[in-house]
């Protein structure tokens, strides 16, 4: 039995070391996933503009939001399984660079063809990111820290869209240099921090503790040693047997569910600004830029709140149960208050809350049930299912959208959701350990 000394000692490393992982780590994957989520749904504000320049329909853009995700699927557990073996460093930077040129490359697009084509590229180059930070977060973070720290990343999704928001009306009636429209400047000054991070990323960021810096030596063998204890020992198979994870019946079970919430959190990010907009045809972009801005600024306080309470009391199940059906009531909300501005943002707030409060309970939920050895294609494959949801909400929403409705397309998102929580009643996972980050 250790002496007090010793618990004492262990004590104060284990405080330091989630401190200045904290510290380091979460900053850079957080700023990865905010400019990464920004450049996958800017089209939903760009689309104010070229809406007209490319004559672009509801359904039109319904179906170049979603075909981002197909090519996303394809790669995204192959990316995973790239970023395993060569280091995340290395990985995540290409990731950054590739889909920031892409991302300013659409910006001088000139038909629907194009546009598809554009972001199809956009899939082939984000995919994988997000599955290789959550990867990532595994080496770094203890089970009962990860609620809060996915949370953190988690948080860059709220933070992109308003700062999408924002940014977005303003550019679309403020620049239109070198005689370019302002929806082409969307995408192209969205698109260059992107290139900056991956450069960035380059020289930053450690591919693991044993290489962080910033860490001593005993910090770095201190947190290996703790968060191997919560894995089985790994056995080196080769790429075919780690596949092999993909036909777990709890996995499939799990990445279904996600399917369906991603129905209703793409389905309700994509369509926004469509849905501000008819709440008053009155509005300016930068009207709806602003009022935009209000259910993701919601969204993220709810999010922390209950990233916090769900690592405190190591329940996630439930926490992800409440918050489907909390989604799925603001998105019925909406469509009933859809021509009253104060009651409709106060519904797509409820929504906000819902669809991304939803997300650091469940991945520290996806991450206990798999053992380290098959954490890389698991959580690849549970996030590529997912995409699916990413093609069928905008898809669906937009082919029954009509021209002066949005919200007609909302009730496949709402059923999705209320799937997605009746499925996770009939799920047993153990509750994790109460967390240590403050």
């Known amino acids: 039995m250790a002496s007090p000394t010793t618990s004492q000692k262990d004590t104060d490393i284990g405080a330091r070391t989630v401190r200045r992982v904290s510290l380091r780590i979460l900053p850079i994957v957080g700023l990865l996933y905010v400019f990464n989520y920004m450049d996958r749904a800017n089209i939903s504000y760009a689309q104010l503009g070229m809406e007209h320049e490319l004559a672009i329909t509801t359904a039109t853009f319904g179906a170049?939001?979603?075909?981002?995700?197909?090519?996303?699927?394809?790669?995204?557990?192959?990316?995973?399984?790239?970023?395993?073996?060569?280091?995340?460093?290395?990985?995540?930077?290409?990731?950054?660079?590739?889909?920031?040129?892409?991302?300013?490359?659409?910006?001088?697009?000139?038909?629907?063809?194009?546009?598809?084509?554009?972001?199809?590229?956009?899939?082939?180059?984000?995919?994988?990111?997000?599955?290789?930070?959550?990867?990532?977060?595994?080496?770094w973070f203890r089970s009962g820290e990860r609620g809060r720290a996915i949370a953190a990343l988690a948080l860059a999704q709220p933070i992109a869209m308003i700062l999408g928001s924002l940014t977005g009306g303003l550019i679309l009636d403020h620049v239109q240099w070198l005689d370019l429209s302002g929806w082409r400047w969307v995408f192209i000054l969205q698109g260059l921090p992107a290139i900056v991070l991956g450069v960035l990323v380059l020289f930053y960021l450690p591919d693991n503790p044993a290489k962080a810096r910033f860490l001593s030596k005993a910090e770095s063998t201190w947190l290996n040693e703790e968060i191997a204890k919560e894995y089985s020992p790994e056995e080196h198979k080769g790429p075919l047997a780690e596949l092999k994870v993909i036909r777990d019946p709890k996995l499939l079970y799990l990445a279904v569910a996600n399917f369906f919430a991603a129905c209703g959190l793409y389905g309700f990010t994509f369509f926004l600004p469509k849905i501000v907009q008819q709440m008053d045809p009155s509005y300016s972009a930068t009207n709806i830029g602003f009022l935009g801005a209000i259910p993701f600024l919601v969204g993220a306080v709810g999010m922390l709140l209950v990233a916090r309470n769900s690592d405190r009391t190591g329940e996630r199940r439930g926490h992800v149960i409440a918050l489907m059906l909390l989604a799925a009531a603001g998105l019925f909300g909406t469509i009933q208050f859809r021509h009253e501005p104060v009651p409709a943002l106060i519904c797509l707030s409820l929504v906000a809350i819902g669809v991304l409060g939803y997300m650091a309970p469940y991945w520290a939920m996806a991450a206990r049930v798999l053992s380290r050895e098959h954490t890389a294609v698991g959580l690849a494959a549970i996030n590529s299912i997912a995409a699916l949801g990413g093609f069928f909400g905008p898809y669906v929403i937009g082919q029954n959208a009509t021209v002066d409705d949005a919200t007609v397309g909302l009730f496949f998102p709402i059923g999705c959701l209320v799937v997605c929580a009746v499925m996770l009643a009939f799920l047993r996972v153990p509750r994790d350990r109460p967390g240590a980050l403050k």
């Open 64 to 139: 170049a939001a979603a075909i981002f995700f197909l090519a996303y699927v394809v790669f995204e557990i192959p990316s995973n399984m790239v970023m395993k073996r060569v280091g995340a460093r290395l990985w995540l930077a290409r990731i950054a660079i590739t889909w920031g040129l892409v991302t300013v490359g659409t910006g001088f697009v000139h038909s629907v063809t194009q546009l598809y084509a554009a972001r199809i590229l956009l899939g082939v180059a984000e995919a994988g990111l997000f599955p290789g930070l959550l990867l990532y977060m595994t080496l």
